[in-house]
């Protein structure tokens, strides 16, 4: 296709610059688009304005006769119909051959979660490992009862600076998704966790590399999201029962103890950040189900 490359340049800079997209969604974006570009070469479409329904829905087929998950498919779909909806804004295109571009619905499975007691359990490993005075290990508490006392994202914490954070007020200020700041509260334990941390195990691990950064790894930069999933990992390898799941878990866990607290749905949609009251509802099916299990096992006439 004519000035492909310009063209996805320019989508690129559209969707970090304009949009506030993460730099993962806009690899995932742009990976998207490619892969439709190479599609319609192969068709023998030339030109951009030449695309038709048609074309979308047959690279939307190879997509899933290749194997690719209905979730994926969804992004695919997704990230096309953002890239047609900005070049007939722009110009690019008269019209947007993408607008009734459909794709199935995401597999509807119920996000794994730890059992209240469970999460108790692990925040009381990370205090016990914490104990050796390890900065490592004194950061890894922190993190660990911040993640689940606020319900953030893994990408927001490892992104908090030294000030986000108010332990007077027991807030933290996060950047979301589309750079949309907000408030989160967390309690007394993610409060004494994080003053140990502060006190005891970022000044020995800071160096001129740390900036101002909360969370720093071992040799003093800004603590990535791999190193907090290679924590929980570890720590959740003493708690055989519980299932395996990364530090997004720790959000699902928190949302569903919220709801399963009291909470109401609009509480725990502004807490997480969530733009569409749908996004949180999956967290009412896990408490469902899980009361519908209990009921099952317990009850004589289940």
Do not use: C
């Not at 990535?224 to 530090?247: N, T």
């Not at 959000?251 to 949609?269: F, I, K, N, P, W």
């Not at 502004?270 to 099916?285: D, K, P």
């Amino acid at each position: 296709m004519r000035d492909a490359d310009a063209l996805l340049a320019d989508f690129e800079q559209h969707l970090r610059d304009e949009k506030g997209r993460s730099a993962h969604t806009v690899r995932a974006y742009l990976g998207d688009v490619g892969s439709l570009v190479e599609h319609l070469e192969e068709a023998g479409v030339e030109r951009l304005s030449e695309v038709r329904l048609a074309d979308l829905r047959a690279w939307l087929g190879a997509q899933g006769a290749g194997g690719a998950a209905r979730s994926t498919i969804s992004r695919r779909a997704a990230a096309v119909r953002t890239f047609f909806r900005w070049a007939a804004r722009t110009g690019r295109v008269e019209t947007d051959p993408a607008v009734r571009l459909a794709a199935p619905g995401r597999d509807k499975h119920l996000p794994g979660v730890l059992r209240q007691g469970q999460a108790e359990e692990l925040m009381g490993l990370a205090a016990v490992a914490s104990d050796d005075a390890d900065p490592v290990h004194v950061r890894d508490r922190a993190v660990l009862e911040l993640l689940y006392a606020s319900g953030m994202r893994v990408g927001e914490l490892t992104g908090l600076d030294v000030d986000d954070v108010d332990l007077g007020a027991g807030t933290a200020r996060v950047l979301g998704k589309g750079a949309k700041e907000r408030i989160v509260p967390f309690g007394r334990p993610a409060e004494e966790a994080l003053r140990a941390w502060l006190a005891t195990g970022r000044p020995r691990l800071v160096n001129e590399a740390s900036g101002p950064a909360l969370f720093l790894g071992r040799r003093g930069r800004r603590l990535d999201q791999r190193q907090v999933r290679s924590a929980l990992e570890r720590l959740l390898q003493h708690l055989p029962d519980a299932p395996h799941l990364g530090p997004h878990g720790l959000r699902h866990s928190a949302a569903t103890h919220l709801l399963e607290g009291g909470a109401d749905l609009r509480t725990v949609q502004e807490l997480l950040g969530h733009s569409s009251l749908a996004t949180t509802q999956i967290y009412t099916h896990v408490s469902v189900e899980r009361l519908r299990a209990a009921y099952q096992q317990a009850h004589p006439r289940a």
